[in-house]
């Protein structure tokens, strides 16, 4: 079946620096979505990204759409104490989707 | 979007015994799934919940662990029965509109088998 691959698994960063995590599928993807989930939370739907080569921003966040829709980045712009949390990313096999490992980001003020 | 509620939001449940798991949506929706998440860990999904029909269980969970009930689109259970430490695990309920659109998430249900 589909392996979603997420890396790093872990990142501390102090705030203001800048963060990137990526995300790889052994198969093309018709999507990938990505979510946030902050400590003690539930996971909370982020963005989804459809076609090849797809760049979506919001605010300090800009998602990324590989042109063989086979990976994905997220990168946060000037991390702020608020960003903490597990990033993850999910791409559909049939009607499942199926997650990544997620990739905790620890933020210092 | 979906408003999801899921109880109960905690339990710690003697090993031995079945807990059920409810998970009640504000609207009609296609899909409903079932994860389970280790601390620190990722999703993992267990199966695929179906109006009227048997769930579809992906690898490595059995319809005699975890039994689950849709009767409508609004609602679903979770069983997790004959429960043993191993299942001490955060349970979350999700929902899509269509196929591989934007899951929404219930609370979770934090389990603790002791």
């Known amino acids: 079946g589909q392996q979603v691959m997420q890396i790093p698994q872990y990142q501390h960063v102090q705030e203001g620096e800048d963060f990137t995590t990526y995300c790889n599928s052994s198969t093309t993807l018709s999507n990938i979505q990505w979510y946030k989930q902050r400590p003690g939370g539930h996971p909370v739907f982020l963005i989804q990204?459809?076609?090849?080569?797809e760049v979506k921003k919001q605010k300090r966040l800009t998602f990324q759409f590989g042109e063989a829709k086979k990976n994905s980045s997220l990168h946060i712009t000037a991390t702020q104490t608020t960003d903490v949390g597990t990033y993850f990313c999910a791409g559909g096999e049939g009607f499942k989707t199926i997650f990544g490992a997620g990739t905790r980001l620890f933020v210092k003020a | 979007s979906a408003v999801i509620s899921q109880k109960p939001s905690r339990d710690i449940c003697q090993r031995g015994t079945s807990l059920t798991i409810q998970c009640q949506v504000d609207s009609q929706v296609t899909m409903m799934f079932w994860y389970r998440q280790q601390p620190g860990q990722s999703l993992t999904l267990i199966a695929t919940?179906?109006?009227?029909?048997?769930?579809?269980?992906e690898s490595g969970f059995v319809i005699d662990k975890f039994p689950i009930s849709r009767p409508n689109l609004t609602f679903s259970t979770l069983t997790v029965s004959n429960m043993s430490p191993e299942d001490s695990s955060i349970y979350l309920c999700?929902?899509?509109?269509?196929?591989?659109?934007?899951?929404?998430f219930g609370q979770g249900t934090r389990l603790t088998v002791v």
């Open positions: 919940a179906n109006q009227g029909s048997e769930a579809t269980y």
């Open positions: 990204l459809v076609k090849s080569g």
């Open positions: 999700s929902v899509e509109q269509g196929a591989n659109t934007e899951a929404f």
